[in-house]
């Protein structure tokens, strides 16, 4: 659970880190009798399509990234959420913004 907890901020953080400030980010929550699903959507930069596949990968830095991004945090997130059953995937638009989506299965 506790790791479980740690691979959400880390997206919260992205999306943060990523954002204008006083954007919003919205966090959707729903359970039904298959799977628990949390939507965590950004306003910020966006993610090119050419960066997007590859988000999830250890030490891949999208071309927006700052100069202290080491391109480990959602390669750790992806880990963590699928060794509790569970599956993340992103949706983004450049100059819109991100969309994290991860299902728990029961
Ligand atoms: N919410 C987001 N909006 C835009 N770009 C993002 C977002 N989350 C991650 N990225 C991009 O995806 C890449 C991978 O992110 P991450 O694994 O967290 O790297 P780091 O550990 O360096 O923060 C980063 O280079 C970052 O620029
Ligand atoms: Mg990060």
């Given at each position: 659970m506790k790791w479980q907890v740690e691979a959400i901020t880390n997206i919260l953080k992205n999306c943060i880190e990523h954002s204008e400030p006083n954007s919003n980010i919205k966090i959707h929550y729903e359970k039904n009798n298959m799977y628990s699903l949390i939507k965590i959507k950004d306003e910020g930069s966006g993610i090119s399509p050419k960066d997007l596949p590859h988000?999830?990968?250890?030490f891949y830095k999208a071309?927006?990234?700052?100069?202290?991004?080491?391109?480990i945090g959602l390669a750790l997130t992806k880990s963590i959420i699928e060794s509790n059953n569970g599956y993340i995937t992103a949706e983004s638009e450049l100059g819109k913004g991100t969309t994290f989506i991860i299902k728990y299965f029961n």
């Open positions: 988000i999830f990968e250890r071309s927006n990234s700052s100069s202290e991004s080491i391109g």
